[in-house]
């Protein structure tokens, strides 16, 4: 630590190491050897409604030194095209300062996003590889810019993040918007003044990943769960213009990998020692987290949150509720996790499920014994992923004995998922 804060008294000595400022003939689409095109409407995670698309159609040059990311109704109720660009495999960066000059888009349903993450997003998945939001804003809170950080156990509507607030409504002219990221620390400024800092020590028991490079994301997304979607107010084509985009590193800076890499053992071993999985008495309450050895059947290969039994493939998260305060999330259809329990005279019971969705969820049952006790069980729309909400499914019937129970997760709802799952309580 005392290594960390000599390197922070060190005042930065910036050298730039990647530079756009969008020179060029009004209509043609940005340099292809720089930015790679994220391409679909898929939702892309958030239920968005934009399909992004290629070549010049939705990203061009105005001819005046500006990117323009212009989102356009098309035909249809709900057909929206716009651009995501990116600099993956083609300009990736561990800490520095990150800033654009942007100007912004504006109208209920308007997303636009200059953002980060992580170069081994491929290997690890997200949100382990880390994302940085530089800049975020939604079109109807146009004098409010925000920035957060998303990683494992706080990513989506759990990520870390603090806004700031403008003077002039941020559509009527251009700002400045940057980070400036250090080992163990970084930080957000809206025209050069600091507005948000974050540290290891700001995550508690979740994990610090931004160790690592990250490649550059503009985009320019219609809809979706955070910013809500389009109504008749909101007018269109939208135009998110941008007048530069630069990279500088600090010369000064040495970075103390082995240091680094110690903290941060010793930070996970603080909050990730598992002790083994009971044999739960019920009636009782089972948590999500602690299925019996090996009983699980994940079909991702990554451990997405990777805070609670990390050497497993189960996506485990922060919850907030009863201890261990973790719950299981990410939940595929066909994926499944086994409890033991012992129940001393056979009965039928109340059963309640603590499940969370950020959208309608998909369903599930429990297994007694290898038999379906329950039929099927739907996730509903809970508000958000860690805002929970007990299911109910009453006259189940439990034999006498000691043996496994399965909550077996079968369908996905409108979100991609099935929903989160924390706890069950018999009574």
């Not at 939208?238 to 590193?249: E, N």
């Not at 599930?364 to 809970?382: C, Q, R, S, W």
């Not at 805002?387 to 499914?393: E, L, N, S, T």
């Amino acid at each position: 630590m005392l290594t960390l804060i000599a390197a922070m008294m060190i005042a930065p000595r910036w050298e730039l190491t990647f530079e756009q400022n969008f020179d060029g003939p009004s209509g043609q689409a940005p340099d292809p050897k720089v930015w790679t095109r994220d391409l679909g409407a898929d939702g892309w995670g958030n239920a968005e409604w934009q399909e992004y698309t290629d070549g010049n159609r939705n990203a061009f040059l105005d001819g005046k030194g500006n990117l323009v990311i212009e989102a356009r109704k098309e035909a249809g109720e709900k057909k929206f095209t716009s651009a995501r660009l990116n600099t993956r495999g083609k300009f990736t960066q561990a800490y520095g300062r990150f800033e654009a000059r942007l100007k912004m888009p504006v109208g209920k349903g308007i997303w636009p996003a200059f953002w980060m993450l992580g170069d081994n997003d491929m290997e690890v998945g997200w949100p382990g590889c880390g994302e940085i939001d530089i800049m975020e804003y939604l079109g109807h809170q146009p004098k409010t810019v925000h920035g957060t950080v998303h990683g494992p156990g706080y990513s989506g509507a759990g990520g870390i993040g603090k806004s700031a607030d403008s003077a002039t409504p941020l559509n009527e002219g251009f700002h400045v918007y940057a980070i400036e990221w250090e080992p163990e620390r970084i930080r957000w400024f809206f025209d050069d003044k600091v507005y948000h800092t974050l540290t290891p020590d700001d995550l508690g028991a979740r994990e610090w990943v931004f160790d690592h490079a990250h490649f550059l994301i503009l985009n320019l997304a219609v809809g979706g769960g955070w910013p809500g979607y389009p109504d008749e107010t909101t007018a269109f084509p939208q135009r998110y213009l941008v007048d530069y985009v630069r990279v500088y590193k600090d010369a000064n800076l040495v970075v103390d990998a082995e240091g680094i890499a110690k903290r941060r053992a010793e930070r996970l071993r603080k909050h990730t020692d598992f002790k083994g999985a009971p044999v739960v008495a019920l009636p009782g309450t089972v948590h999500a987290v602690d299925y019996a050895e090996g009983r699980y059947k994940d079909l991702d290969r990554f451990n997405q949150g990777g805070l609670y039994r990390p050497a497993d493939g189960v996506d485990i998260s922060l919850s907030g509720l009863e201890s261990p305060k973790y719950s299981v999330g990410w939940i595929g259809a066909g994926e499944w996790l086994g409890y033991r329990v012992k129940v001393a005279k056979a009965a039928r019971h109340t059963v309640e499920f603590e499940v969370a969705s950020g959208g309608e969820g998909g369903f599930f049952h429990l297994e007694i014994e290898g038999k379906d006790a329950t039929g099927p069980i739907k996730v509903p729309d809970t508000g958000g992923w860690n805002k929970w909400k007990a299911v109910r499914k009453e006259g189940v019937e439990f034999p006498a004995g000691s043996y496994e129970i399965k909550v077996v997760f079968d369908k996905d709802g409108e979100t991609g998922g099935v929903g989160n799952f924390s706890l069950l309580r018999v009574k």
